[in-house]
Nanobody
Framework: QVHLVESGGGLVQAGGSLRLSCAAS????????MGWFRQAPGKEREFVAA????????LYADSVNGRFTISRDNAKNTVYLQMNSLKPEDTAVYYC?????????????????????WGQGTQVTVSS
């Protein structure tokens, strides 16, 4: 069982930056592939970024590629999402998700149904 808690959301002007953190409980965090998703009002939850359990492989949604960076610190049981050049359309509740344990070191997942564990979400609001 893994418990995920996001933090770092808030209100920022367009063009600004935020860094989200997701702290995981448990001693097996390094065996979990991790991802970030977001859900805007009235819209379905959508994929943002994913990372393999070692951090060696990543995938980004086209809408955030080049602006967002996913990273992890397995020693701190934490995954991060650095968000730069934020746009009003990035406004959403951001969720981190975990899948595991994963055997292959390079595996990541981009669909919500692949994940076993979810955080409670953190609100990101980008003003124009």
């Amino acid at each position: 069982q893994v418990h995920l808690v996001e933090s770092g959301g808030g209100l920022v002007q367009a063009g600004g930056s935020l860094r989200l953190s997701c702290a995981a409980s448990g001693r097996t965090f390094s065996s979990y592939a991790m991802g970030w998703f977001r859900q805007a009002p009235g819209k379905e939850r959508e994929f943002v970024a994913a990372m393999s359990r070692t951090g060696g492989s990543t995938l980004y949604a086209d809408s955030v590629n080049g602006r967002f960076t996913i990273s992890r610190d397995n020693a701190k049981n934490t995954v991060y999402l650095q968000m730069n050049s934020l746009k009003p359309e990035d406004t959403a509740v951001y969720y981190c998700a975990g899948k595991g344990p994963v055997f292959y070191s390079g595996t990541y997942y981009s669909t919500a149904r692949s994940y076993d564990y979810w955080g409670q979400g953190t609100q990101v609001t980008v003003s124009s």
